[in-house]
């Protein structure tokens, strides 16, 4: 949450514990598709023809398949993390007449 007081942005950001993400979700997220790959590679060296090559293809195929959606999700939610602060900006520009980042422009006395 970003808030704007005295002519400074203020930005709250959730507890260090919060922000790391836990090993359940950090399973779910590369250790699926992890697995899946290994899974492939052992089928290979198992049975390396026949059902084994087609193994491998399929598992390596679908684990990085796993990897990269789950990579790319992260990407897209990274970029709107980026719009919603410069939006914030752009709110505290119309209010102050300045960046957040800014020095306030003194008045020139005529």
Do not use: C, K
């Not at 359940?24 to 023809?49: E, H, K, S």
């Amino acid at each position: 949450m970003i808030l704007a007081q005295r002519n400074v942005l203020i930005v709250h950001q959730r507890p260090a514990s919060a922000q790391r993400p836990g090993a359940l979700t950090l399973f779910v997220r590369y250790g699926i598709g992890g697995i899946m790959v290994v899974a492939g590679i052992v089928l290979l060296i198992v049975n390396p023809g026949g059902f084994g090559v087609d193994g491998f293809s399929m598992s390596v195929g679908a684990g990085l398949s796993v990897l990269l959606l789950n990579w790319m999700y992260r990407l897209g939610v990274s970029g709107d993390r980026e719009r919603d602060r410069e939006e914030l900006a752009r709110r505290y520009l119309e209010e102050h007449g300045h960046w957040p980042d800014e020095e306030p422009r003194r008045r020139q006395h005529r």
